[in-house]
């Protein structure tokens, strides 16, 4: 398995990363900074 790091611009982080976490079948994730959220 390979890991890539994406980074995506969003005007919203709550709906990108819960549209993202349903699109790529993810956990929920962390916040990690007011403006950065890491999933697996």
Request: proline letters at 8%; aromatic letters at 10%.
């Amino acid at each position: 398995m390979t890991l890539f790091r994406v980074v995506l611009p969003v005007a919203d982080l709550e709906r990108a990363a819960a549209f993202y976490a349903a699109l790529l079948d993810l956990g929920p994730g962390r916040r990690v900074s007011p403006n950065r959220h890491w999933s697996l």
